[in-house]
């Protein structure tokens, strides 16, 4: 995969999500292609319509940076989408060892276990590398060894966790693009996105769009089995001196109904009765 046209094939999908009026470009009957054309684009970014087909089709990959901020502003890129064009266009170095199995420094694997909250760490990949025993009782997809994108949309349990997840799916295949970057020759970045093509149309169909993502720290919604539905914060961060990795600490704004339900789990987690889903709800009532 390392020959592929990853420049152009990100302006060209970009490009098709653009509309006419998003562009200030009056419309005038029928037009047979989504988003605007090759010359729209071309003329609203000051560059003549061959050498913009030339970038679409690879055989120009050395674009300046003027011509890709031109770019990027018409195709109405964020920052983040922009400072990933401006990668996909910078010199790659060829990969010359595939890389062994990541592991957790005993630090932060200390850490994680230190911690009265959700956490785990992950992979550049998304895989995960450690998790507390909390992380694993919130959800068992959080245990080392899983792929949080390859079960998000091929193990239909996980799916029924997340009362968001048509959303939470666009955001993780967003932010999955965004932390490989140009990285796409790895055997692991080969692996992921292989199987997930094949056996996910919707994951298909969200990889084709090219959106890239910061990871941002969003509220994200939990439906537990045995306490219900819980609103947790999300933290990733960078574990230093191990590159790609990030720890991930999910939180519940102190003293709301899901701080209580997460207190129910963690006893749960420790060995109690588990609860059910009235005494989550009703923790007065016990």
């Given at each position: 995969?390392?020959?592929?046209?990853?420049?152009?094939?990100?302006?060209?999908?970009?490009?098709?999500?653009?509309?006419?009026e998003?562009?200030?470009?009056?419309?005038?009957?029928?037009?047979?292609?989504p988003?605007?054309?090759?010359?729209?684009?071309?003329?609203?970014?000051?560059?003549s319509?061959?050498?913009?087909?030339?970038?679409?089709?690879?055989?120009?990959?050395?674009?300046?940076?003027?011509?890709?901020?031109?770019?990027?502003?018409?195709?109405?890129?964020?920052?983040?989408?922009?400072?990933?064009?401006?990668?996909?266009?910078?010199?790659?170095?060829?990969?010359?060892?595939?890389?062994?199995?990541?592991?957790?420094?005993?630090?932060t694997?200390?850490?994680?276990?230190?911690?009265?909250?959700?956490?785990?760490?992950?992979?550049?990949?998304?895989?995960v590398?450690?998790?507390?025993?909390?992380?694993?009782?919130?959800?068992?997809?959080?245990?080392?060894?899983?792929?949080?994108?390859?079960?998000?949309?091929?193990?239909?349990?996980?799916?029924?966790?997340?009362?968001?997840?048509?959303?939470?799916?666009?955001?993780?295949v967003?932010?999955?693009?965004?932390?490989v970057?140009?990285?796409?020759?790895?055997?692991?970045?080969?692996?992921?996105?292989?199987?997930?093509?094949?056996?996910?149309?919707?994951?298909?169909?969200?990889?084709?769009?090219?959106?890239?993502?910061?990871?941002?720290?969003?509220?994200?919604?939990?439906?537990?089995?045995?306490?219900?539905?819980?609103?947790?914060?999300?933290e990733?961060?960078?574990?230093?001196?191990?590159?790609?990795?990030?720890?991930?600490?999910?939180h519940?704004?102190?003293?709301?109904?899901?701080?209580?339900?997460?207190?129910?789990?963690?006893?749960?987690?420790a060995?109690?009765?588990?609860?059910?889903?009235?005494?989550?709800?009703?923790?007065?009532?016990?």
């Amino acid at each position: 995969m390392g020959e592929e046209n990853l420049l152009g094939e990100f302006v060209r999908a970009r490009r098709e999500l653009v509309t006419p009026e998003l562009a200030g470009i009056p419309v005038s009957g029928v037009r047979r292609v989504p988003g605007l054309r090759r010359e729209e684009v071309a003329m609203l970014a000051g560059i003549s319509a061959d050498y913009y087909l030339r970038l679409e089709q690879g055989r120009d990959r050395n674009p300046s940076v003027q011509v890709l901020e031109s770019l990027a502003r018409v195709l109405l890129l964020d920052d983040a989408a922009t400072e990933y064009l401006l990668r996909l266009a910078a010199a790659k170095p060829k990969r010359t060892r595939t890389p062994g199995r990541e592991k957790v420094r005993p630090s932060t694997a200390k850490l994680l276990e230190s911690l009265g909250l959700p956490a785990f760490v992950e992979s550049r990949y998304l895989d995960v590398l450690a998790a507390n025993s909390l992380a694993v009782a919130l959800s068992p997809r959080l245990a080392p060894g899983t792929n949080r994108l390859r079960d998000m949309f091929l193990d239909p349990a996980e799916q029924a966790l997340y009362p968001d997840w048509e959303r939470d799916s666009v955001s993780a295949v967003a932010g999955f693009r965004k932390s490989v970057g140009t990285d796409t020759d790895d055997p692991r970045y080969i692996e992921i996105v292989g199987e997930l093509s094949l056996a996910s149309s919707r994951f298909s169909r969200i990889w084709a769009r090219h959106d890239v993502l910061v990871c941002a720290a969003a509220p994200m919604r939990v439906d537990h089995p045995q306490v219900g539905d819980l609103v947790l914060n999300r933290e990733r961060l960078g574990v230093e001196g191990s590159p790609g990795q990030a720890l991930v600490i999910l939180h519940p704004d102190p003293g709301s109904d899901s701080a209580e339900k997460l207190t129910l789990l963690a006893s749960s987690a420790a060995g109690s009765i588990p609860p059910t889903r009235r005494e989550a709800h009703n923790p007065a009532d016990r």
